[in-house]
């Protein structure tokens, strides 16, 4: 009797536990995963800043953002906010110099100087965000 009370205590232990941590990862819906740009567009001119063969990836996963160009080490940390139709970049960390970095720093990923972008489209396989100066295009990769 004893060992059968401590399997399933130690099952309803394991449930629980997988059960958190499960709804811990998946924190921002269709946005978590890792995006590839696809397309920059300067909105005035209609002109493509870049593509994907810039090798832009914007990685979500909880309240963080890594920015990251293709297989370089410089990549960038930076926690947000996230509402139903924008994204708040905020504190940002460059790596591997580990320094805070101003969110000025993050324009070669398409991020403008207030750190906001509009989000147009979100779903589990595109995504779509702007600013007064660009639109960004990305798939999930």
Known sequence: MKNILSYT???TLCLTLFTAC?????????L???WQLTEWREKATNQVVKTNDDS???CVQLNLIKFQRGSREQHYLSYF???EDSLFIGKTVSWPSDKVSPV???KFYGIPSDGRLRIDAL???R???????WTLSFRKY
């Not at 499960?22 to 269709?30: P, Y």
């Not at 995504?127 to 100066?133: G, P």
């Open 127 to 133: 995504m779509v965000l702007s600013c007064e100066q």
């Open 81 to 83: 906010t996230h509402t």
């Open 9 to 11: 205590l130690l099952c």
């Open 22 to 30: 499960d709804s811990k990862w998946d924190k921002n819906g269709d």
């Open 123 to 125: 779903n589990r396989n």
């Open 104 to 106: 000025t720093d993050l």
């Open 32 to 34: 978590d995963g890792m």
């Open 56 to 58: 832009i990836y914007y």
